[in-house]
């Protein structure tokens, strides 16, 4: 069994910043690349950044500039450094990452359960 959880989204006031966290647990043999994506009411899931094993970084055009992605690879943990929150950005963010099991050969694709933002004055 392996899970994503996150934590660290709240209410936050337009220019204020936040931090997520995304911890994966279980038996987990190796995380490959991670990601995070939001969901805001009515539209579809889409990428925010993502960061491979090796730390290289892919940032959508919204959040460059402001989001920064990190991991800690020893504590199989994913981070998003969001400042200059904008009313755009509430939404679910969902941490994604493509992880090999011990139990299986090949790498499977896991989501956490989401965590809400709310920028808002």
């Known amino acids: 069994q392996v899970q994503l959880v996150e934590s660290g989204g709240g209410l936050v006031q337009p220019g204020g910043s936040l931090r997520l966290s995304c911890s994966a647990s279980?038996?987990?043999?190796?995380?490959?690349?991670m990601g995070w994506y939001r969901q805001a009411p009515g539209k579809q899931r889409e990428l925010v950044a993502s960061?491979?094993?090796?730390?290289?970084?892919n940032y959508a055009d919204s959040g460059k500039g402001r989001f920064t992605i990190s991991r800690d690879n020893a504590k199989n943990t994913l981070y998003l450094q969001m400042n200059s929150l904008k009313p755009e950005d509430t939404a679910v963010y969902y941490c994604?990452?493509?992880?090999?099991?011990?139990?299986?050969?090949?790498?499977?694709?896991?989501w956490g359960q989401g965590t809400q933002v709310t920028v808002s004055s």
């Open positions: 279980g038996s987990i043999f190796m995380v490959n690349a």
């Open positions: 960061i491979t094993g090796g730390g290289t970084t």
């Open positions: 994604n990452a493509d992880i090999r099991p011990y139990w299986y050969s090949a790498s499977v694709h896991y």
